[in-house]
């Protein structure tokens, strides 16, 4: 008798129910895993040559699977520009004739780069989820009561994407809307970057979730503590900014010190950069440097150490020099004497 280690459980991610009801059994085994790789990614974005990678798999083999799984309906190709478009079959280019050879044009993008995205469930989906679990017709309702407002196909499929594609749990879903709800943020496309970022960090825990948005208070409160004293215009941090800020904040930098940095990066490259500040920052504090008199005292060391380095060699050079002179004067001598 076989069953489920219930220690197995953690991360989990959701298959559409047609892949093993009607398609298990005669899917060969690279397109199982090939569709097994593309739903476990989190950011819904996956290269060819990535599965290629993984999986020890050919460009070709992939392809294959691909091809599989879009005749299929399962899988979508969609392009940056957002059209919709089949992966086209992997073909072995015939050598162009010397006749017409100048003819050929130039080879089209490799397919292997190209991401593979996942669709949005459409609205047919959607009403299936909804009528079949109790989960997910809750998480909508619920969601809408967190907003304040109804939301349509556009709202329904960013949630349902988070819980089944994604595989966040639903609390932890709410959570999130409340929190960007609470600071303004509440629209769609913030519910779903954020929720990117959260199954990409496998933050799928209340308790994680709660770290999370203290930590994203806090950073908040100090970009605007920030951004009034240095007069910069951002109403919000960007993302790699968030990530700036926290590491500062677990370092204990001081405001002032993020003010000395910030002019010392404005001073250096002329414009604001956070990654420059960064390298400030984080020089200063392997140094144990933690006030601005603490920079200004490591300053006047340096300058001090520095002018003594100079002195020394100028003093190295014109003992160089004496040396040579005396020594051509008493070989000059010593040819006069001969």
């Keep these: 008798?076989?069953?489920?280690?219930?220690?197995?459980?953690?991360?989990?991610?959701?298959?559409?129910?047609?892949?093993?009801?009607?398609?298990?059994?005669?899917?060969?085994?690279?397109?199982?895993?090939?569709?097994?790789?593309?739903?476990?990614?989190?950011?819904?974005?996956?290269?060819?040559?990535?599965?290629?990678d993984a999986l020890s798999l050919s460009a070709d083999e992939v392809l294959s699977a691909l091809d599989y799984w879009v005749a299929k309906g399962i899988l979508l190709f969609t392009d940056e520009g957002g059209n919709i478009k089949f992966v086209p079959k992997a073909k072995t280019p015939e050598a162009p004739s010397k006749q017409n050879a100048e003819s050929v044009p130039a080879p089209a993008k490799s397919v292997a780069s190209e991401p593979i995205m996942l669709p949005k469930p459409t609205m047919e989906q959607i009403a299936a989820r909804i009528q079949e679990d109790e989960t997910v017709r809750s998480l909508l309702t619920e969601a809408q009561g967190i907003?304040?407002?109804?939301?349509?196909?556009?709202?329904?499929?960013?949630?349902?994407?988070?819980?089944?594609?994604?595989?966040?749990?639903?609390?932890?879903?709410?959570?999130?809307?409340?929190?960007?709800?609470?600071?303004?943020?509440?629209?769609?496309?913030?519910?779903?970057?954020?929720?990117?970022?959260?199954?990409?960090?496998?933050?799928?825990?209340?308790?994680?979730?709660?770290e999370y948005i203290q930590n994203d208070s806090a950073v908040n409160r100090l970009f605007t503590e920030f951004r009034i004293a240095t007069g910069i215009?951002?109403?919000?941090?960007?993302?790699?900014?968030?990530?700036?800020?926290?590491?500062?904040?677990?370092?204990?930098?001081?405001?002032?010190?993020?003010?000395?940095?910030?002019?010392?990066?404005?001073?250096?490259?002329?414009?604001?950069s956070f990654a420059y500040m960064h390298k400030i920052l984080n020089n200063w504090y392997i140094n144990g440097l933690k006030t601005p008199e603490d920079i200004e005292a490591s300053k006047?060391?340096?300058?001090?150490?520095?002018?003594?380095?100079?002195?020394?060699?100028?003093?190295?050079?014109?003992?160089?020099?004496?040396?040579?002179?005396?020594?051509?004067?008493?070989?000059?001598t010593q040819k006069k004497a001969e």
């Excluded at 949630?159 to 629209?187: C, N, P, W």
């Excluded at 990530?243 to 204990?252: A, F, I, P, T």
């Design 1 to 52: 008798m076989y069953k489920l280690n219930p220690e197995c459980y953690g991360t989990m991610f959701a298959i559409p129910a047609s892949v093993t009801d009607t398609y298990l059994a005669e899917a060969s085994g690279n397109s199982i895993k090939t569709l097994l790789k593309i739903f476990r990614n989190p950011s819904g974005v996956v290269s060819v040559s990535e599965i290629s």
């Design 147 to 210: 907003l304040g407002r109804t939301f349509g196909l556009d709202m329904q499929a960013t949630l349902l994407m988070l819980f089944d594609t994604y595989g966040l749990q639903k609390e932890v879903i709410l959570t999130l809307i409340q929190h960007l709800a609470d600071s303004g943020r509440g629209s769609t496309a913030n519910i779903l970057r954020i929720g990117k970022i959260w199954a990409e960090r496998e933050i799928n825990t209340l308790d994680a979730a709660n």
């Design 233 to 272: 215009s951002n109403p919000r941090p960007t993302q790699k900014q968030s990530e700036y800020l926290l590491s500062w904040m677990q370092m204990h930098i001081s405001m002032e010190l993020l003010i000395l940095a910030y002019e010392e990066t404005v001073e250096r490259t002329g414009k604001l």
């Design 300 to 332: 006047v060391r340096h300058t001090a150490a520095k002018k003594a380095a100079e002195d020394k060699e100028r003093s190295f050079d014109l003992n160089d020099a004496f040396q040579a002179a005396l020594h051509a004067s008493k070989k000059k």
